[in-house]
């Protein structure tokens, strides 16, 4: 919300010292965020001056329209002469009013005025156009002023209100007064301790008789609405000046005369409006629900299908309009438009809400109707519209109207004087909750401790006791509220905790930078994994109301985000990557009941607990990597070596180190990995083999479904799983004892696992065997097509004695001699 302080002062006795910094620093330690003080004109310097256009000479021969004028500044220019200027618009004629910069004037852009000869003619100055001006956007001609708006040859600066400060709020989803001139303005009143002067408050005469016939098909969908006409509008009456200024000003671009007194009015009081062509509306005006198949063409020329969900104001024809978000096209009103009807409302606001979501259409209407507007304003806005355009467009207000309204019980709530106190840790003086909160329009009803209170219309966000109280605390200060370090007796991080960062660091010691992606996935991504249509991972829970229609799913992989990210990455230059991510995926169970939704006032009871958890999606913590392009890049000390899918496994084995488990792998066929190039993960859970994770290199399809670079490899685990298979940390004995290594070569066929050979060794070599490593696979003639050779290295190691040649060379047997019974190795000749 864009607040000019100009206007502002109009509601708000604020004291002539108060600056817009000032103000602004007020409102952000009230919860109202001022994110810029927008500083209009400072960059503009005068002489800029009143002129009356004396006479016109229009130029030829060039390629386009060039008028050279003389215009009256009065005594401005020093001689009182007329000041002679080259002009190429074409919307202004002798005798108007008109905005002259004079030479060493200089313009909002850093844009100095000075005199030149151009198009053969000397031109000293400038005639102004609204947008040269910095006054709104316009590209159609100078600005002609009208008569009496100023006297030639003075100053246009102050009179135009070319310099101003203007206060950009950012206004939170729950504070939907504060989208208005007039909630702005009672908060700063309230803040200061001034009075305020609500454009609201003002009475409106009794109906004469019923308006235009209107109508509220449910009061669910809507509880108000007011119908005001007008007749004998001039639809070629233009915008005043001042309208078009404050409307640039508050963000809003000037168009027509009926289409910126509803902006003007919104802007004021927060209520959206729209006016009607009257001569376009068949019959009675009727707020209901859209209609299966029904469609609109809204004011941006969209064909629109409705929703049976989206809110309509329709007449007998069909709908009209996308209620609280844009109008129709086929009742705009135009050039001929001399009967207006003004509709104003009260929509519910999920409503809108959602209507604005789902047509991706977000108005300035709609911002303020799904935030929650003011239930009571909307004849007084209706009222402000038509006298407006009678003010200045020549109408003349119907006193007949039409007001349909389905009155609902006011919200009252119970709170203790001192709660506002005991949430912030202050003791507040006695009578401060009172004192807020009346300043801001609620009615207070006090009972010993215990108040009443009804909140005003204005403030529909307010509907608890923790509402009431922020309200006094945010005006008593956030500032004021002492930091208290907490004295606690915390046992520290637990294990998970420890865990979870001790992966983190091990992943960024080795080259990989951690990302955070959104859990928000589609049918797209879980297509360009190649998942089968029966594979799990299809099975996800399904958001009721998703940021994104095209993600409308919870994750239950972490690999379409890495690769969204990878992507993205590769796609900005950086082709070398290794990124990581550690988070929750959602794995929807069995039951189909929906979680309750227990109230704010009381714990949940143990039955209600019960309830949320079977409802609650499995949610494992799992840590995924992806890598592409170089993982260690050229330089003096060598080649670069390109990511494979043997970094993928490697980045699993550093995460199974630290979580103390020992990693199994043998080759898979997953989807989305390349079916030769996969490995599957396991651990051992109380003497149970248990699968925690793939990894190795992504499969073509996948790569391109993504668009990710060629040999780009992934890994995924189950942390959780991890840490469910950790076993209780037994410090080894160490040995004073020497080593006794013994060197194997054994002959396999080429598709056994080396995993397999090193298995068999290990279990073969008994107690004394210390370590057993692989350091050497050969492939080649001397062992034959099909086969490998390879070659471990043992190490043996007693804890009592020094190993004899025998005992070592023993153990050795044995292990060779277990390797080939399970594997087919031979001892290489």
């Known amino acids: 919300m864009r607040v000019p302080m100009t206007w502002l002062r109009e509601y708000v006795e604020l004291p002539a010292d108060v600056t817009a910094r000032d103000l602004a620093s007020r409102l952000t330690l009230a919860g109202l965020e001022v994110e810029t003080v927008d500083e209009l004109g400072t960059d503009l310097t005068g002489p800029i001056v009143f002129g009356r256009v004396q006479e016109i000479e229009e130029l030829t021969g060039f390629k386009k329209p060039i008028r050279y004028c003389r215009v009256d500044v009065g005594s401005a220019n020093g001689s009182g002469e007329p000041q002679e200027i080259v002009c190429g618009a074409r919307n202004f004629s002798e005798g108007d009013l008109v905005v002259v910069s004079l030479p060493g004037a200089e313009l909002p852009g850093g844009f100095k005025i000075g005199a030149r000869k151009t198009y053969g003619r000397m031109s000293a100055g400038m005639i102004c156009s609204a947008t040269e001006l910095g006054l709104w956007e316009d590209h159609t001609g100078i600005v002609v002023l009208p008569e009496g708006?100023?006297?030639?040859?003075?100053?246009?600066?102050?009179?135009?209100?070319?310099?101003?400060?203007?206060?950009d709020i950012a206004v939170t989803p729950d504070r939907g007064y504060a989208l208005s001139m007039r909630g702005v303005a009672r908060d700063v009143a309230a803040l200061y301790g001034v009075a305020l002067h609500d454009p609201a408050e003002?009475?409106?005469?009794e109906a004469t008789g019923e308006g235009h016939p209107g109508a509220i098909a449910d009061p669910a969908l809507a509880d108000r609405l007011v119908l005001r006409g007008a007749t004998g509008f001039d639809p070629e009456a233009p915008t005043p000046l001042w309208m078009k200024r404050r409307l640039h000003q508050g963000g809003v671009r000037p168009v027509s005369l009926a289409v910126d007194v509803t902006n003007y009015v919104m802007l004021e009081l927060g209520q959206p409006l729209h006016a009607w062509d009257r001569d376009r509306i068949t019959g009675t005006v009727t707020v209901r629900a859209a209609e299966a198949g029904e469609k609109l063409e809204t004011l941006d020329h969209v064909q629109r299908s409705l929703d049976t969900d989206d809110i309509v104001i329709a007449d007998e024809a069909g709908a009209q309009a996308v209620a609280g978000v844009m109008g129709g096209l086929e009742t705009e009103i135009g050039a001929s438009s001399g009967t207006v009807l003004v509709e104003a409302a009260h929509f519910d606001p999920r409503h809108i809400a959602r209507a604005s979501r789902r047509h991706q259409l977000s108005s300035e209407a709609s911002r303020r109707f799904e935030r929650g507007i003011d239930s009571r304003v909307q004849l007084v806005a209706a009222t402000r519209a038509v006298e407006l355009l009678a003010e200045l467009g020549g109408a003349t207000v119907e006193t007949a109207y039409t007001h349909v309204h389905h009155p609902s019980e006011p919200t009252t709530i119970t709170v203790r004087a001192g709660h506002a106190g005991a949430v912030a840790g202050v003791d507040y003086p006695e009578g401060t909750t009172q004192t807020w909160l009346r300043a801001i329009g609620c009615a207070v009803e006090a009972d010993g401790d215990v108040l009443t209170v009804t909140p005003p219309s204005w403030r529909p966000d307010l509907t608890d006791p923790n509402d009431l109280a922020e309200e006094v605390i945010r005006f008593e200060g956030y500032e004021n509220i002492p930091s208290i370090v907490f004295k606690g007796f915390g046992r520290g991080l637990t294990?998970?905790?420890?865990?979870?960062?001790?992966?983190?660091?091990?992943?960024?010691?080795?080259?990989?930078?951690?990302?955070?992606s959104y859990p928000f996935v589609g049918e797209r991504d879980l297509d360009g994994l190649q998942l089968a249509a029966d594979d799990p991972r299809r099975a996800s829970v399904r958001l009721a109301n998703p940021l994104n229609d095209e993600e409308p799913l919870l994750r239950t992989t972490l690999l379409p985000g890495l690769l969204r990210t990878l992507a993205r990455n590769v796609g900005r230059g950086f082709?070398?990557?290794?990124?990581?991510?550690?988070?929750?995926?959602?794995?929807?169970?069995?039951?189909?009941?929906?979680?309750?939704?227990?109230?704010?006032d009381r714990a949940p009871t143990t039955e209600e607990l019960a309830r949320i958890e079977a409802a609650l999606?499995?949610?494992?913590?799992?840590?995924?990597?992806?890598?592409?392009?170089?993982?260690?890049?050229?330089?003096?000390?060598?080649p670069e070596r390109r990511a494979t899918w043997a970094d993928a496994v490697q980045a699993a084995r550093d995460i199974a180190r630290v979580a103390g488990v020992e990693l199994e792998i043998e080759a898979a066929v997953h989807a989305p990995w390349h079916p030769g190039r996969c490995a599957a993960l396991y651990v051992r859970a109380q003497g149970e083999r248990v699968l925690v994770g793939h990894a190795g290199e992504l499969h073509p399809r996948t790569l391109k479904a993504f668009s990710l670079p060629e040999r780009a490899a992934a890994m995924e685990v189950d942390l959780d799983l991890m840490e469910g298979a950790r076993s209780k940390v037994v410090a080894p004995e160490v040995s004073t004892y020497p080593v006794a290594t013994q060197d194997v070569a054994l002959v396999v066929d080429a598709s056994?696992?080396?995993?397999?050979?090193?298995?068999?060794?290990?279990?073969?070599?008994?107690?004394l065997l210390e370590s057993v490593r692989?350091?050497?696979?050969?492939?080649?003639?001397?062992?034959?097509?099909?086969?490998?050779?390879?070659?471990?290295?043992?190490?043996?190691?007693?804890?009592?004695?020094?190993l004899t040649a025998e005992e070592a060379g023993a153990a050795r047997d044995a292990a060779v001699a277990l390797a080939g019974e399970r594997t087919g190795a031979a001892l290489r000749g």
Do not use: C, N
């Open 149 to 167: 708006f100023g006297a030639v040859g003075d100053d246009a600066i102050g009179a135009l209100g070319l310099r101003e400060d203007v206060l």
């Open 202 to 205: 003002v009475r409106v005469a």
């Open 495 to 516: 294990s998970s905790q420890r865990l979870r960062r001790a992966v983190g660091r091990t992943l960024a010691a080795t080259g990989h930078h951690e990302v955070l």
């Open 575 to 600: 082709p070398d990557v290794a990124l990581f991510e550690m988070g929750l995926v959602y794995l929807p169970g069995t039951g189909t009941e929906r979680a309750p939704l227990p109230p704010v």
């Open 617 to 638: 999606p499995d949610q494992p913590r799992r840590v995924g990597v992806v890598l592409s392009g170089a993982i260690e890049r050229a330089g003096w000390w060598g």
């Open 752 to 767: 056994v696992p080396v995993g397999d050979i090193s298995a068999a060794l290990a279990e073969g070599a008994g107690e």
């Open 774 to 802: 692989l350091f050497d696979v050969y492939t080649g003639e001397q062992v034959g097509e099909g086969r490998k050779s390879v070659a471990f290295a043992l190490r043996f190691r007693a804890d009592d004695r020094t």
